[in-house]
Every structure is written in C-alpha cells, then in structure tokens.
C-alpha cells in the first residue's frame, strides 16, 4: 500500500509539479496526497491491532490448555472442593476469552480487508489516472 502511495506521489509530481513532492503544487492535489496517506496510516493501524489480537488469542489458547490441564489433574486425581471449583471456573473464564479474542480477531481481520481493498482500489484509479494525464502531457 505504502509503494502505491509512493508511486502516487512520484507521478504526481512528473504530472503536475516537482515541487509537490516538498508541499508545493496545487492545493486540491497535496490534500489529495495527505488524505491519501492518512487512509494508509488508518489501514496500517487496523493491521497492528489484527496482529495484536492474533497475539493475544495465541497466548489465550496456551492459557487455556493449561488450565484445562489442570483441571483433568485434579479431577483425575479426585481432589474435590473449592480448588477445583475454582479452576474450573477461571477455565470457564479463560474459554469465554479466547473465544472474545478470536472473534474480534476475525472482525479485525475482515474489516481489515475491507479497508485494504478500498484504499488499494483508489490508488490504483489514481495512478492509472495519472498514467494517461502523463501519455497525454508528453
């Protein structure tokens, strides 16, 4: 994405003056630039908290085994009382977690996409249109 925009900002200024590369050129255009790489930086922030998530479910999933485990143990072992009772309840907890995370993780990732698809688009409309005001231009 962040090549897209790069490309966007080079024809920009073959198209429409060198000086846009270093906030000169016109005004509609530069705010176009800006908005354009304020629509990345969004993307890329959508990106990081994917990431995160699917940290962070991975280390739910670790969590919730082992406390899974140790539930088996003691009920293997036939220890009853509030022990068990409490770790089945936070093993409980730990499964409703992973569960929270995986499906933020999921919506994450789809809007993610979603945004990713936009932005893409609209750079490469942009460049294309570009492309010929250069064919055009020369």
Known sequence: M?????ELSEKSSDVFDPAIKYGGGP??????LTRSSEMVASYEEHE???????ASAEVAVV????????ARKLLDRHILGDTTDEIQGKLEDSTHAVERLEQFRDE?????LQIW????YALQMLNSWLDHLGRRKS
């Open 2 to 6: 962040q090549h897209l925009w790069a």
């Open 27 to 32: 005004d509609e255009w530069r705010n176009l």
């Open 48 to 54: 990081k908290a994917y990431f995160g998530a699917v």
């Open 63 to 70: 969590d919730n085994e082992m406390i899974r485990k140790a």
């Open 108 to 112: 994450s990732r789809e809007r993610m």
């Open 117 to 120: 698809t936009g932005i893409a």
